[in-house]
T-cell receptor
Framework: KQEVTQIPAALSVPEGENLVLNCSFTDSAIYNLQWFRQDPGKGLTSLLLIQSSQREQTSGRLNASLDKSSGRSTLYIAASQPGDSATYLCAVNSGGYQKVTFGTGTKLQVIP | DARVTQTPRHKVTEMGQEVTMRCQPILGHNTVFWYRQTMMQGLELLAYFRNRAPLDDSGMPKDRFSAEMPDATLATLKIQPSEPRDSAVYFC????????????FGEGSRLTVL
């Protein structure tokens, strides 16, 4: 059974810092990995999707990497802003939509 | 602006009442999901459909929950009778492809059962 871990559970950084969020998974046989952000009381907003054959994906200030062999993905946020404050979740697809496992998220606070 | 639309956004009801939540997936997406989010359990998959056919509803309590897709633009999740332990945020998501496309979530329906 796939297990997805996100550490730390919460992170507080000053505005302007570059930061890295971590996602670890136990079964390296994955189809893809998706990063989301969730604002309080809102739904999940898709940030980046990395296919199993890819090593990284970039969108604006965000860069996500994938290392299947070590069971890790990182989400790099450059020049953090207060608007980046949210909970970030990773979701690992291990064999079809019914096998998408979500991490419990990292709650990020960017302090002005 | 393509997005998944869910109604109602908030629902407060009393134990034993019927609750129906609705979802309009992104136009053209052939796969629709219902998830439940709680503090204790995180996100749980309740059911999903492809081309309107139910593929997996093993995450759903069968005795009180039912999910349907009357047409390609509408998915429903019904709870009858509702119980306090059903209090959660229910999300609908949609995607394309058979197994591993990008998931797009709605804003959720926050259900409180008193």
């Amino acid at each position: 059974k796939q297990e997805v871990t996100q550490i730390p559970a919460a992170l507080s950084v000053p505005e302007g810092e570059n930061l890295v969020l971590n996602c670890s998974f136990t079964d390296s046989a994955i189809y893809n990995l998706q990063w989301f952000r969730q604002d309080p009381g809102k739904g999940l907003t898709s940030l980046l999707l990395i296919q199993s054959s890819q090593r990284e994906q970039t969108s604006g200030r965000l860069n996500a990497s994938l290392d299947k062999s070590s069971g890790r993905s990182t989400l790099y946020i450059a020049a953090s802003q207060p608007g980046d404050s949210a909970t970030y979740l990773c979701a690992v697809n291990s064999g079809g939509y019914q096998k998408v496992t979500f991490g419990t998220g990292t709650k990020l606070q960017v302090i002005p | 602006d393509a997005r998944v639309t869910q109604t109602p956004r908030h629902k407060v009801t009393e134990m034993g009442q019927e609750v129906t939540m609705r979802c309009q997936p992104i136009l053209g997406h052939n796969t629709v999901f219902w998830y439940r989010q709680t503090m204790m359990q995180g996100l749980e998959l309740l059911a999903y459909f492809r081309n309107r056919a139910p593929l997996d509803d093993s995450g759903m309590p069968k005795d009180r929950f039912s999910a349907e897709m009357p047409d390609a633009t509408l998915a429903t999740l019904k709870i009858q009778p509702s119980e306090p332990r059903d209090s959660a945020v229910y999300f609908c998501a949609s995607g394309q492809g058979a197994t591993a496309g990008e998931l797009f979530f709605g804003e959720g329906s926050r259900l409180t059962v008193l």
